[in-house]
């Protein structure tokens, strides 16, 4: 009974750890329903988009939205074609500000909308194999 309890536990502060539904900084992260992935599954997913999108120097997200079962599921060819290993997609979309100054790849202080695609193989976790313009 102590294992149970202590796995419950553990699974809970997991769950709060992971957890990116709602708002988080500037940005709203909007988790949806699925009828195909767990809640996990998308928090873990949304995670790595937001780790990658730290790389996006000066830009600030402002929200990044599951795209939902029916795009998720018709674009695991298109990550496919990145490793004919991966078994799961996500999408999601996004909107961000780029760089007040601008930059080599931004136009100043300009709001972009993207699609991010995220996938996974059956012994790993969630991936960005892809993204930009949506």
Not at 26 to 54: H, M, P, Q, W
Not at 100 to 127: F, I, Q, S
Request: net charge neutral; hydrophobic share 35%; aromatic share 14%.
């Amino acid at each position: 009974m102590t294992r149970k309890i202590s796995a419950a536990l553990i699974a809970g502060l997991l769950m709060l750890v992971l957890c990116s539904c709602g708002k988080t900084g500037t940005a709203y992260v909007d988790c949806g329903n699925s009828e195909i992935y767990s809640k996990i599954d998308i928090e873990t997913a949304a995670s790595a988009v937001k780790t990658r999108f730290l790389t996006l120097k000066g830009c600030t997200l402002h929200y990044l939205k599951y795209a939902g079962d029916e795009i998720s599921e018709s674009s695991l060819d298109y990550c496919k074609d990145f490793d004919k290993d991966f078994e799961k997609c996500i999408v999601f979309e996004s909107s961000f500000q780029s760089p007040k100054n601008g930059g080599e790849v931004w136009n100043p202080d300009d709001e972009y909308t993207w699609r991010w695609y995220v996938a996974k193989r059956p012994l790993g976790g969630w991936k960005v194999v892809s993204y930009g313009y949506g």
